[in-house]
């Protein structure tokens, strides 16, 4: 299966662990709270925006960090094999590796992030992602050197910030990585979709390929989930009425004089 669906010879990030007690807060805020509070506007607090973007296939994120005076911004092309929610997850944690170094302003660390399921994911007691694991730990060691919290932040309601990493975000998805996919352990949802899509293709193939179901074909031209998913809501009557039609199995005379005749 290697040869014919090249991702899955690539390691997986599936890694089930625990994820140790968080030395920091996540706060979730409504829009109403930001519109009122303005949590980017404290001054006495150094901000780090993040985001991950998809753009033709390729994926990319960045952050920007407001210390003080000093402006850091980071872009990371990640290449085709990645997902949006991969590239939020490294955001965060690249954004977490950056400040732990840097000499930072006395006050608050604040990373900031649109990605309610990466906030999700890092809150959780335990995960099967080994790049959530790691992300985790990053965090947790800023957490114990600075007073830090992770915070979400509407997206495009135009905090600048959020709009400068967004922007830094697509223009990393629209570079080409430079090296061997891929940039990260591929996830099980990357290789469970390219499995699928090998099945399609395979079937698709045979369907063109037969001379048999002529009138199958003409209702079904090559596989749909959307036409599968759509008879799977189908009550059994239905669903046995749409068969009929579509294979021509049927009580009407044509299909009952080939069944009498034989093949």
């Not at 404290?42 to 033709?56: H, K, L, P, R, Y």
């Not at 509407?154 to 600048?160: E, I, L, T």
């Not at 031209?221 to 239905?238: F, P, Q």
């Given at each position: 299966?290697?040869?014919d669906?090249?991702i899955?010879s690539?390691?997986c990030?599936y890694?089930?662990?625990?994820l140790p007690k968080?030395?920091f807060?996540i706060i979730?805020?409504?829009r109403?709270s930001?519109?009122?509070?303005k949590?980017?506007?404290e001054?006495a607090?150094v901000?780090?925006?993040?985001?991950?973007?998809n753009?033709?296939?390729?994926?990319g994120?960045a952050f920007v960090?407001y210390?003080?005076?000093?402006?850091?911004?980071?872009?990371?092309p990640?290449?085709?094999m990645?997902?949006?929610?991969?590239?939020e997850v490294y955001?965060?944690m690249?954004?977490?590796?950056?400040?732990a170094?840097m000499?930072?302003?006395?006050?608050r660390?604040?990373?900031?992030?649109?990605?309610?399921?990466?906030?999700?994911?890092v809150?959780?007691?335990?995960?099967a992602s080994?790049?959530?694991c790691?992300?985790?730990?990053?965090?947790?060691?800023?957490?114990e050197?600075?007073l830090?919290?992770?915070?979400w932040?509407?997206a495009?309601?135009?905090?600048?910030?959020?709009?400068?990493?967004?922007?830094?975000?697509?223009?990393?998805?629209e570079r080409?990585f430079c090296?061997?996919?891929s940039?990260?352990?591929?996830?099980?949802s990357?290789?469970?979709?390219?499995?699928?899509?090998?099945g399609?293709?395979c079937?698709?193939?045979l369907w063109?390929?037969?001379?048999?179901?002529?009138?199958s074909?003409i209702?079904?031209?090559?596989?749909s989930?959307?036409c599968?998913?759509?008879?799977?809501?189908l009550?059994?009557?239905?669903?046995?009425?749409?068969?009929h039609?579509?294979t021509?199995?049927?009580l009407?005379n044509s299909?009952?004089?080939t069944v009498k005749?034989?093949?």
């Amino acid at each position: 299966m290697a040869s014919d669906i090249p991702i899955t010879s690539i390691p997986c990030s599936y890694k089930f662990n625990w994820l140790p007690k968080r030395s920091f807060d996540i706060i979730c805020h409504n829009r109403e709270s930001w519109i009122q509070n303005k949590f980017d506007k404290e001054i006495a607090c150094v901000q780090c925006f993040t985001d991950g973007s998809n753009s033709n296939d390729n994926t990319g994120c960045a952050f920007v960090i407001y210390n003080g005076n000093q402006v850091l911004e980071r872009i990371f092309p990640l290449g085709k094999m990645c997902t949006a929610y991969d590239s939020e997850v490294y955001a965060i944690m690249q954004a977490a590796y950056a400040l732990a170094t840097m000499s930072l302003s006395p006050g608050r660390v604040r990373i900031f992030t649109d990605s309610m399921s990466a906030l999700q994911a890092v809150s959780k007691c335990h995960t099967a992602s080994a790049l959530v694991c790691e992300c985790s730990m990053s965090l947790n060691q800023l957490g114990e050197k600075y007073l830090f919290e992770l915070f979400w932040i509407p997206a495009h309601s135009g905090y600048a910030g959020n709009e400068r990493a967004d922007m830094l975000a697509k223009e990393a998805a629209e570079r080409s990585f430079c090296g061997p996919e891929s940039a990260l352990p591929v996830s099980s949802s990357c290789i469970q979709g390219a499995v699928i899509n090998w099945g399609f293709e395979c079937f698709n193939r045979l369907w063109l390929e037969t001379i048999r179901h002529r009138q199958s074909k003409i209702f079904l031209e090559w596989a749909s989930d959307y036409c599968g998913n759509s008879c799977m809501t189908l009550n059994k009557k239905s669903l046995r009425l749409v068969t009929h039609i579509v294979t021509g199995h049927n009580l009407l005379n044509s299909h009952q004089t080939t069944v009498k005749g034989g093949f």
